[in-house]
């Protein structure tokens, strides 16, 4: 029986980070080449032929449109080719969650596509780099992967990507999900799904972007004032994120502020920047009355990219806004 194949898309990060040492703090994201780290898991023998695509060799902070473009069109390549079981992606944990739910929603869910990255540079002492770059082809090569929209693969779990967060600046368990758990624990040489695709056929959600409109993210602190909305309205904002206290909630003259900036037609989502947590709607804030969105269970960062996407699409009215926020 011939090997699966599986494409590989590269675009450095720190799983393709090199340091000063083994034992040393700094590093330079995407210093190796994405055929050196093919090749070192070539020789650990795994069920599978690896074809590999650099994509970039940036540091995922600098990821943008350009990127998220070529990565987009590559992987309609892989799922297009019948010789292709799935699709990896080596990527920067520092974005990771941004461009896995970009994919998610502008991609069918008719073949995996694995986000796989690293908290430690491929040359330090304890680097996880290789065995999440192994977890994700055991995870890209599995029929049952499909169906399941884009995931990301770290510490051995496997996370939704609209799920996924990176929750840790350093910790080696830096990925947290939220509101469902991991979809499946994975070593190199095992895999347990816990739940049945939930996802199977689907066609891309949304198309995939020919420009990403102007998103702003919008901290919320104690005894802030209403300039930063009207700041982020001149500078051309065409949509706003609140990264709000609690449930997404602000000084109300922040609130009152951002209540004009919807009625002018700027859509504003209401996000939290607490860590972990459901921001529903008209708890604290009416949001009916003010014409503003909650983001439920998507933090700021995710938010943004989701309220992009929307916009791009043609979608603006907060009803149509929050039914995209409510879908799972």
């Known amino acids: 029986m011939s090997r699966q194949r599986i494409l590989v898309l590269g675009t450095g990060g720190t799983i393709a980070g090199s340091g000063s040492g083994a034992t040393g703090a700094t590093y330079r994201p995407g210093g190796l080449a994405l055929q050196s780290l093919v090749a070192h898991l070539d020789a650990l023998g795994l069920d599978a032929e690896l074809?590999?695509?650099e994509i970039a060799r940036i540091g995922s902070q600098d990821m943008g449109f350009a990127e998220w473009q070529a990565l987009h069109a590559a992987c309609l390549r892989g799922i297009?080719?019948?010789?292709?079981?799935?699709?990896?992606?080596?990527?920067?944990?520092d974005t990771a969650e941004e461009t896995g739910i970009l994919l998610?929603?502008?991609?069918?869910?008719?073949?995996?596509?694995?986000?796989?990255?690293?908290?430690?540079?491929?040359?330090?002492?304890?680097?996880?780099?290789?065995?999440?770059?192994?977890?994700?082809?055991?995870?890209?090569?599995?029929p049952q992967a499909a169906g399941r929209g884009v995931m990301l693969v770290m510490g051995d779990a496997v996370l939704a990507a609209r799920d996924a967060r990176k929750a840790a600046t350093s910790s080696i368990d830096a990925?947290?999900?939220?509101?469902?758990?991991?979809?499946?624990?994975?070593?190199?040489?095992?895999l347990d799904w816990f739940a049945p695709p939930h996802r199977?056929?689907?066609?891309?959600?949304?198309?995939?972007?020919?420009?990403?409109?102007?998103?702003?993210?919008?901290?919320?602190?104690?005894?802030?004032?209403e300039k930063p909305v009207e700041a982020l309205l001149g500078i051309g904002a065409q949509g706003i994120v609140l990264a709000g206290m609690g449930q997404g909630n602000a000084p109300a003259c922040v609130i009152a502020a951002l209540a004009r900036a919807a009625a002018r037609g700027v859509p504003v989502v209401r996000a939290t920047r607490v860590d972990e947590g459901l921001v529903d709607?008209?708890?604290?804030?009416?949001?009916?009355?003010?014409?503003?969105?909650?983001?439920?269970a998507l933090g700021p960062a995710k938010a943004r990219m989701v309220l992009m996407v929307l916009l791009a699409s043609g979608i603006t009215d907060a009803r149509h806004v929050q039914a995209a926020f409510d879908a799972g």
């Open 51 to 53: 074809v590999s695509e």
């Open 200 to 225: 199977m056929g689907e066609s891309a959600r949304y198309p995939f972007p020919g420009e990403l409109p102007r998103v702003a993210i919008l901290t919320a602190g104690a005894g802030m004032d």
């Open 281 to 296: 709607r008209n708890v604290e804030v009416d949001d009916d009355a003010l014409g503003l969105v909650a983001a439920r």
């Open 80 to 93: 297009a080719d019948p010789g292709v079981a799935g699709v990896i992606i080596t990527h920067g944990t």
């Open 104 to 142: 998610d929603l502008t991609l069918p869910t008719t073949k995996p596509i694995v986000l796989v990255g690293a908290m430690r540079p491929a040359d330090a002492v304890g680097a996880d780099g290789m065995r999440n770059f192994a977890n994700g082809v055991k995870v890209a090569g599995d």
């Open 175 to 190: 990925f947290r999900s939220f509101p469902r758990g991991a979809l499946a624990r994975v070593t190199p040489a095992s």
